[in-house]
């Protein structure tokens, strides 16, 4: 079975390449981070088009404001990097975004993986 958070690996090798390898890094943080928690959450069957805002609204709701917070923000980043083409995608958003991954990453482990 694919771990989502396997996909932090991908980011981690394209934020220092051109522009494209920044906006597909910061995409991959974020996916990577949402697949994960939409699975320990046991929402894998949540019906679109939605299921983003409802993840973040599901882990608010169960107390876990940090990581609603943090997956908020990287969910901005995401759009930023796969949809506002006519901004620019830097290596610093890049690692911003991964930043915010491995935080993440870092909360699911010592929620479910003590």
Request: contains cysteine; charged residues 25%.
């Amino acid at each position: 079975m694919f771990n989502p958070l396997d996909f932090l690996k991908v980011a981690d090798q394209l934020k220092g390449g051109d522009e494209a390898y920044c906006r597909t890094s910061g995409s991959r943080s974020y996916y990577g981070c949402f697949l994960a928690l939409r699975g320990k959450l046991n929402l894998d069957n949540m019906a679109m088009p939605q299921v983003h805002e409802r993840l973040i609204r599901n882990l608010h709701r169960q107390g876990l404001y940090e990581l609603a917070r943090a997956l908020f923000q990287l969910r901005k980043l995401r759009n930023k990097c796969d949809y506002q083409t006519n901004i620019t995608i830097s290596q610093e958003d890049a690692d911003n975004a991964l930043n915010l991954a491995y935080e993440i990453k870092g909360e699911i482990k010592r929620i479910w993986m003590n």
